[in-house]
């Protein structure tokens, strides 16, 4: 963490040292949130794009609140939620499951649908003594990276969403034979289609990035398949190279929120024989340009 502290009104952020994310203190998202931190809060998350709130024991009510202030409700697919609250998953493995931690691969939330969520977040509520750390790849100066050989041969094309590979009926959750304490609900419509932008041009700040990830991005549009694949595995290397990474420790009741136009995540596993249960929702995005 950098020693640098910026002061928005109330709300104290302390980035990392090279910018990508940043912890907020000095608000409680216990209580209902004023317009100025609101505001200074959204800024922070579009600037650092990951920022998390140590010391928020919320309840699901307060979790939904706050969700609110950031955007509308965005759309949940092929998983139940939680009873009386549609909006929040619950994100469960019981310390007795061998099943494959939920998040396991790099992608960006339902970057599949016609307007992906613009933002999730994350209410850690109990946390394994070891392992569980959620990564993160800033898509931006991944991007920013390339030759501009590469960012010519790239500006223009549309790659291939699908939910097909997680949440088709012939998918991956759909032939797992452990027990999962997560309710997954495979459907034929994982294997629609949505065609966005390789590079992406962010709504709010302006930056352009890479938004292609190994789940949901099947292949690239007018390219041949072969050739196709080949690129989204150097685009997709590309954003997860260390320098572009940021590995996340858990603390219980922190609240962590990313945004999805620029980054990908991945949920590391290794704390079998410990439970681990978060609640997540999302708030909406746009089509992606």
Not at 243 to 259: A, G, I, K, Q, T
Request: hydrophobic fraction near 35%; proline fraction near 6%; include cysteine.
């Amino acid at each position: 963490m950098s020693q640098q502290v910026e002061l928005t009104g109330k709300v104290i952020v302390r980035p990392r040292t090279d910018g990508f994310g940043a912890e907020i203190t000095g608000v409680d998202l216990r209580q209902p949130l004023d317009a100025e931190t609101i505001h200074d809060i959204r800024e922070a998350w579009l600037q650092h794009a990951v920022v998390w709130f140590p010391g928020q024991p919320l309840r699901l009510e307060e979790l939904e609140r706050f969700t609110l202030y950031m955007g509308d409700w965005g759309k949940t697919d092929f998983i139940e939620p939680v009873k009386g609250h549609p909006n929040i998953l619950e994100l469960l493995r019981e310390a007795d499951e061998t099943s494959s931690n939920f998040g396991a691969g790099w992608h960006s939330d339902y970057s599949f649908q016609v307007e992906p969520p613009a933002g999730t977040i994350l209410l850690s509520r109990e946390v394994p003594p070891k392992g569980g750390r959620t990564f993160f790849a800033d898509c931006r100066r991944a991007y920013d990276s390339l030759d501009e050989d590469m960012k010519g041969r790239i500006a223009g094309l549309m790659g291939i969403h699908s939910a097909e590979l997680p949440y088709s009926k012939h998918g991956f959750y759909a032939n797992e034979k452990e027990k999962r304490s997560l309710k997954i609900v495979p459907s034929d419509e994982a294997m629609e289609r949505q065609l966005h932008p390789v590079v992406r041009t962010h709504p709010e700040t302006g930056r352009k990035s890479l938004f292609v990830n190994p789940v949901y991005t099947i292949g690239i549009d007018a390219l041949p398949e072969e050739e196709g694949k080949k690129l989204l595995g150097t685009l997709c290397a590309r954003c997860i190279q260390e320098e572009f990474l940021y590995r996340h420790d858990w603390e219980p009741d922190m609240v962590l929120m990313w945004d999805n136009r620029c980054v990908q995540h991945f949920a590391e596993g290794g704390y079998d024989g410990y439970r681990r249960l978060m609640y997540r929702t999302t708030f909406a995005g746009d089509r992606p340009v």
